[in-house]
Structure formats: structure tokens, C-alpha cells
């Protein structure tokens, strides 16, 4: 297996990036010094909700513990968090089993909760540490209208072929990610030359629900945890087609940590209240952050927690 390499130029853009997220740079070196160090953990989240709630909710968790916690929000792509994990920026941040695996390396296609696991302890790099699989998973999907499915007989992945073209509203680097444009060429025989994306970065949101429904895409990535809201707060009609073939790997949930970082116990922790969360939860918890309620992450997560 090849391991992708992060190299001292995309550290850098990383950096520039952060520092761009927020007034109090986030690239600054997680924690203090001395023995306020033994017991500070500095949580990242990538740049869309649910992150940003299962961030609030370690966060509570580890205060609860005895832990100093500051949460360095909203830092970006894939691409970019895991960059400041590396730098030191940050000591953990949530991920997403399959999509963390593919990009390190290679994952079979097809596999199951096990393999992934396996594959993660290949492929990790030895600086990064992956914590226990949570029972919550949020997993890509491929979306169309009612009205689309309907007109193409569209029911799975494979039946894009019937379109003349495929446009995917989707964030920027899912062009790259091996679902993408490729997996439907490579997995499902989708002609590449038809294939295009439409990029747009709000994670699946609004803006990307707007695209498909509004015909500036016949097909957007969103997630399966992720309400497909119209502007009004309704939901819009989409369908999530099938994906027979696996394309997509299994997503659950997990913590990521500069290994040997965090305080001890830590891990424990997050360990623990991971175990706690289910995939209803996390549709319920999108829904009240981006549905007519507008409640804030951290709300959210509080209130989730006065629940365990």
C-alpha cells in the first residue's frame, strides 16, 4: 500500500488557511506548557455542522472529566485539519473511518466495519492515532430529485448511465476522493467523459440541496445524516440512490489523535461518550442545527449530553 504524503507545502497552506477561519489563530501550538499541558486537549472540527456538534460534545465530555478543552472550529477540508493535526495545531479531531482510510491508502472495495479497521491501522501514518469506531455513522451518498428519478428510472449508482451527463453538486476535493467522478467510472462503468462536478462548499448543505433542486446539478453528494432542507426549511424530495457495489465505505465515526498528545485518560474519554452516539442521533442533532430551530452546536451538544 502507498501512503499519501502531506508534504511541507500543503502544512503550509494549511496554516495560511486556518489563520484565515478565525481572529485567534488556530495554528498556534495546541495548549500551554508545564502541567496546564497535562490536562488541556485542543479539539478540531472541519468546516460543516455535525463536525462542529461531535466536537462540542467531546468537549463537554472531557470538561465533565476534569480536562481544559478549547475547540478550534470551522478549520476546513480533509485536506487542511488533518495537516493542523500533524503541525500540533490540534490534538483530535472527529473523522470518518472509510473516507480517513482512502485517503492514507488503499481500502478494498467492498469492505465491511472489520476491514476498514484493519486497513486504518495499516495506512495511519505513525505520528496519528485512531480511537474506537463509534456505532454513528454519516456516510457520503449520491442524491437525485423525485422528479429526476422518476423521469430516468433512477433507483442506484449504476443507473447514472442512463443521464446524458452527470453533474455532482459536491465540495471541491470530492472530485479527487475515490467515490467520486473515478468510482463511477471504475465501479459502475459511468462513461468519465459525462462526469463533472459542480463544486460547492457548505458540506451538503442548503447551497447544495438549491443546486440539485434548482437544476444547476442532476446530482449532489450529501450526507445520509444531512437534512435536505429548501430555503423555507422544508424538506426537499430527493432520493438516495442504492449503492449495490459499495462504492462508498463504511463511515463511522472516530477520533483521530496526534499519537502520544493527549493528556491520559483522554482518549478514554471521547472513547466512551463515542460509544454513546447512534447515526438517529446525529440526524437529529443535524436537523435541529440546520432545520427552522437554528439551535448552535454547542446547545446541541449539551443537550445531548444531559442525556447519557
Not at 149 to 163: F, H, N, T, V, W
Not at 227 to 236: K, S
Not at 242 to 261: F, K, S, T
Amino acid at each position: 500500500m502507498h501512503t499519501k504524503r502531506i508534504t511541507p507545502a500543503l502544512i503550509a497552506a494549511a496554516a495560511f488557511t486556518l489563520a484565515a477561519c478565525a481572529s485567534e489563530d488556530p495554528t498556534a501550538p495546541a495548549g500551554g506548557s508545564g502541567d496546564a499541558r497535562d490536562k488541556t486537549v485542543t479539539i478540531g472540527t472541519a468546516n460543516f455542522p455535525e463536525s462542529e456538534i461531535i466536537g462540542q460534545i467531546w468537549a463537554q465530555a472531557l470538561r465533565d472529566a476534569g480536562y481544559d478543552v478549547d475547540v478550534k472550529s470551522g478549520i476546513g477540508s480533509r485536506e487542511v485539519y488533518l495537516s493542523a493535526l500533524q503541525d500540533g495545531a490540534i490534538d483530535v479531531v472527529p473523522e470518518y473511518a472509510g473516507n480517513l482510510t482512502q485517503f492514507f491508502g488503499d481500502l478494498e472495495q467492498g469492505a465491511d466495519e472489520a476491514k476498514v479497521r484493519d486497513a486504518l491501522n495499516d495506512v495511519l501514518p505513525d505520528t496519528l492515532q485512531a480511537g474506537e469506531f463509534s456505532p454513528a455513522e454519516s456516510k457520503d451518498a449520491y442524491r437525485v430529485t423525485r422528479e429526476t428519478a422518476d423521469e430516468y428510472k433512477l433507483s442506484s449508482i449504476a443507473d447514472l448511465s442512463k443521464l446524458d451527463s452527470v453533474t455532482i453538486a459536491a465540495p471541491p476535493e470530492f472530485a479527487e476522493r475515490p467515490y467520486g467522478p473515478k468510482g463511477l467510472t471504475d465501479v459502475y462503468g459511468i462513461d468519465a467523459s459525462t462526469v463533472s462536478v459542480t463544486p460547492i462548499s457548505d458540506g451538503g448543505g442548503p447551497l447544495t440541496v438549491a443546486a440539485l433542486v434548482q437544476g444547476t446539478a442532476n446530482v449532489a453528494n450529501i450526507f445520509t445524516t444531512s437534512p435536505a432542507l429548501l430555503d423555507n426549511g422544508e424538506e426537499a424530495d430527493l432520493v438516495i440512490l442504492d449503492d449495490p457495489e459499495h462504492l462508498i465505505p463504511p463511515q463511522n465515526v472516530v477520533p483521530v489523535v496526534r499519537a502520544g498528545e493527549l493528556p491520559d485518560g483522554a482518549l478514554d474519554v471521547i472513547n466512551n461518550i463515542d460509544a454513546k452516539l447512534t447515526t438517529q442521533d446525529l440526524v437529529d442533532m443535524n436537523l435541529r442545527n440546520v432545520g427552522k430551530e437554528r439551535a448552535e452546536p454547542k446547545q446541541i451538544a449539551q443537550e445531548w449530553m444531559n442525556t447519557q
